[in-house]
């Protein structure tokens, strides 16, 4: 049984279901009346069913809900076990925080989540016939960039149609979405109908495959590279500052390192190295992506899991092998852009060119140099991208708790500095990695991770390892921010909004 029949009996009442053109709505901005009028409900009616349906949680007559009754209340409501959203229920409810839901916190949510879930069946109600067609459902999905076929639609018609007549009508989407914690956007909306909407085979019930597929996912990519190399190109003479002072065995000095970047290059020097680094973007993303969903796949058939409901722990794993395997993939061009980056400091002459210093490296050390310092940069992925992941939620709740008002979820603006700061810090602790990758690098003679390590810490001392942490923290902030700021713009110019 599917969720929307679970809040039906507590409290929810069936309406006479109305055919299109059968209201007006009301001028003015949406309000209060207008989910009245589309639900044809008094408003008494509507109080009683919100105190009913707060009876219904609060089973033990407390006068308030804990997380235990609202994990136990959708429980009782059929929501499937692999997507219990207590605990984000709870939280959005929980406006004072204070540990528990009152009346007048629950009305509040109940009061928003409506108006909020009026505004969207407004928009994809297109028409204003006071119903949703499967036609107005699939050409709001599609503008989401989200590909869905006949049989999908239909199923998802289905699911929430109640009456099975073909359309849906603000009620039955009401019913559907109510307790729904998340921002109702079209692309969340389609998200939470994949995760409950279970399809009966006899004893057993599954979760429908074929889904979440993007019709412009190529444009998505195609924003997240220039993105990428914009972001890369306006932080690449910080990147060949960091790089220049991991490999100074002397007292490492910005002043010194940038008078030397400019008497061998003038501006053209910062940038040296930063066509292969533009170069590795869209290769090293698209391994990443689709190894990232072999990996999610494997996972998920080996733990009898749908890939969307393979874990946190499982996730980061995924992400962690497909980081490595798209970084061994490219990674020659990364030592050969160290090369380029370091040559002319270490050997007083003008650098040769990537053709020529490519073959000078096969030549003299064999094809084996090309993946110097390769093991300690594999080393650093999962640590980085873990203590990255817990840093990162770790600050969006703080930020929910002491930010952001009430129930309301991080923006764009509190998302970007949670990951900034949550990156700083993953960088920091695998940085000594880092160090000792690009010594390898730049090193022409033969030697290993734990070779460089000893003779840096023996020779230079245990500071040595974080030389160039300074530039290297110095790009984060522009990074993130010129990332974003470029893919939202190439989004627009590729109508992905």
Same mark, same amino acid.
């Given at each position: 049984?599917?969720?929307?029949?679970?809040?039906?009996?507590?409290?929810?009442?069936?309406?006479?279901?109305?055919?299109?053109?059968?209201?007006?709505?009301?001028?003015?901005?949406?309000?209060?009346?207008?989910?009245?009028?589309?639900?044809?409900?008094?408003?008494?009616?509507?109080?009683?069913?919100?105190?009913?349906?707060?009876?219904?949680?609060?089973?033990?007559?407390?006068?308030?809900?804990?997380?235990?009754?609202?994990?136990?209340?959708?429980?009782?409501?059929?929501?499937?076990?692999?997507?219990?959203?207590?605990?984000?229920?709870?939280?959005?409810?929980?406006?004072?925080?204070?540990?528990?839901?009152? @009346?007048?916190?629950?009305?509040?949510?109940?009061?928003?989540?409506?108006?909020?879930?009026?505004?969207?069946?407004?928009?994809?109600?297109?028409?204003?016939?006071?119903?949703?067609?499967?036609?107005?459902?699939?050409?709001?999905?599609?503008?989401?960039?989200?590909?869905?076929?006949?049989?999908?639609?239909?199923?998802?018609?289905?699911?929430?149609?109640?009456?099975?007549?073909?359309?849906?009508?603000?009620?039955?989407?009401?019913?559907?979405?109510?307790?729904?914690?998340?921002?109702?956007?079209?692309?969340?909306?389609?998200?939470?109908?994949?995760?409950?909407?279970?399809?009966?085979?006899?004893?057993?019930?599954?979760?429908?495959?074929?889904?979440?597929?993007?019709?412009?996912?190529?444009?998505?990519?195609?924003?997240?590279?220039?993105?990428?190399?914009?972001?890369?190109?306006?932080?690449?003479?910080?990147?060949?500052?960091?790089?220049?002072?991991?490999?100074?065995?002397?007292?490492?000095?910005?002043?010194?390192?940038?008078?030397?970047?400019?008497?061998?290059?003038?501006?053209?020097?910062?940038?040296?190295?930063?066509?292969?680094?533009?170069?590795?973007?869209?290769?090293?993303?698209?391994?990443?992506?689709?190894?990232?969903?072999?990996?999610?796949?494997?996972?998920?058939?080996?733990?009898?899991?749908?890939?969307?409901?393979?874990?946190?722990?499982?996730?980061?794993?995924?992400?962690?092998?497909?980081?490595?395997?798209?970084?061994?993939?490219?990674?020659?061009?990364?030592?050969?852009?160290?090369?380029?980056?370091?040559?002319?400091?270490?050997?007083?002459?003008?650098?040769?060119?990537?053709?020529?210093?490519?073959?000078?490296?096969?030549?003299?050390?064999?094809?084996?140099?090309? @993946?110097?310092?390769?093991?300690?940069?594999?080393?650093?992925?999962?640590?980085?991208?873990?203590?990255?992941?817990?840093?990162?939620?770790?600050?969006?709740?703080?930020?929910?708790?002491?930010?952001?008002?009430?129930?309301?979820?991080?923006?764009?603006?509190?998302?970007?500095?949670?990951?900034?700061?949550?990156?700083?810090?993953?960088?920091?602790?695998?940085?000594?990695?880092?160090?000792?990758?690009?010594?390898?690098?730049?090193?022409?003679?033969?030697?290993?991770?734990?070779?460089?390590?000893?003779?840096?810490?023996?020779?230079?001392?245990?500071?040595?390892?974080?030389?160039?942490?300074?530039?290297?923290?110095?790009?984060?902030?522009?990074?993130?921010?010129?990332?974003?700021?470029?893919?939202?713009?190439?989004?627009?110019?590729?109508?992905?909004?």
């Amino acid at each position: 049984m599917s969720s929307h029949h679970g809040v039906e009996h507590v409290g929810l009442p069936t309406q006479m279901k109305s055919k299109q053109g059968s209201f007006k709505k009301p001028p003015g901005p949406v309000s209060m009346d207008h989910v009245l009028l589309a639900l044809r409900e008094t408003r008494e009616e509507r109080d009683l069913r919100i105190r009913s349906l707060f009876s219904f949680f609060d089973s033990e007559n407390a006068g308030y809900l804990d997380f235990a009754q609202i994990e136990k209340g959708l429980i009782a409501l059929q929501i499937p076990s692999g997507y219990k959203y207590a605990k984000e229920l709870f939280r959005v409810c929980d406006a004072n925080r204070d540990g528990r839901v009152d @009346y007048h916190e629950f009305r509040r949510y109940m009061d928003d989540k409506e108006l909020e879930l009026y505004r969207i069946f407004q928009a994809i109600d297109v028409e204003h016939n006071g119903c949703i067609s499967p036609e107005g459902l699939w050409d709001s999905l599609v503008k989401a960039g989200i590909e869905i076929n006949d049989e999908e639609l239909a199923r998802f018609v289905e699911h929430v149609d109640k009456d099975n007549d073909g359309i849906i009508l603000f009620e039955e989407w009401r019913d559907f979405l109510l307790l729904y914690p998340h921002e109702a956007t079209i692309e969340n909306i389609y998200h939470h109908w994949e995760r409950v909407c279970l399809v009966d085979i006899g004893e057993q019930a599954v979760i429908p495959e074929g889904m979440s597929k993007h019709v412009k996912r190529s444009n998505y990519f195609i924003a997240g590279g220039i993105a990428g190399a914009a972001s890369r190109t306006a932080t690449a003479p910080l990147d060949r500052l960091k790089v220049l002072l991991q490999i100074q065995k002397t007292d490492a000095k910005i002043r010194e390192a940038v008078k030397t970047i400019w008497n061998q290059g003038g501006v053209r020097g910062f940038f040296r190295g930063n066509g292969l680094n533009i170069v590795k973007v869209a290769p090293e993303s698209a391994i990443k992506f689709y190894a990232y969903e072999l990996f999610k796949n494997a996972i998920g058939e080996n733990m009898g899991e749908d890939k969307a409901d393979i874990g946190t722990t499982a996730r980061l794993f995924a992400g962690g092998m497909a980081g490595a395997v798209a970084q061994a993939s490219i990674y020659p061009l990364d030592l050969v852009k160290t090369r380029l980056q370091t040559c002319t400091s270490q050997a007083g002459a003008a650098c040769p060119r990537i053709g020529t210093l490519t073959k000078d490296i096969l030549v003299h050390e064999g094809p084996r140099a090309f @993946y110097k310092g390769l093991f300690p940069s594999l080393l650093g992925i999962i640590p980085y991208a873990g203590i990255d992941l817990a840093a990162y939620e770790k600050l969006k709740d703080l930020s929910r708790t002491y930010i952001l008002q009430e129930d309301a979820e991080p923006g764009p603006l509190i998302q970007l500095g949670c990951g900034t700061i949550s990156g700083a810090l993953g960088a920091t602790c695998v940085y000594p990695l880092q160090v000792v990758r690009t010594r390898m690098q730049a090193e022409r003679t033969r030697t290993s991770m734990s070779g460089v390590f000893r003779r840096t810490i023996s020779e230079e001392g245990y500071k040595a390892l974080y030389k160039g942490l300074l530039p290297n923290l110095l790009k984060v902030v522009p990074a993130a921010s010129i990332t974003y700021m470029v893919y939202e713009a190439m989004k627009k110019s590729l109508e992905l909004d």
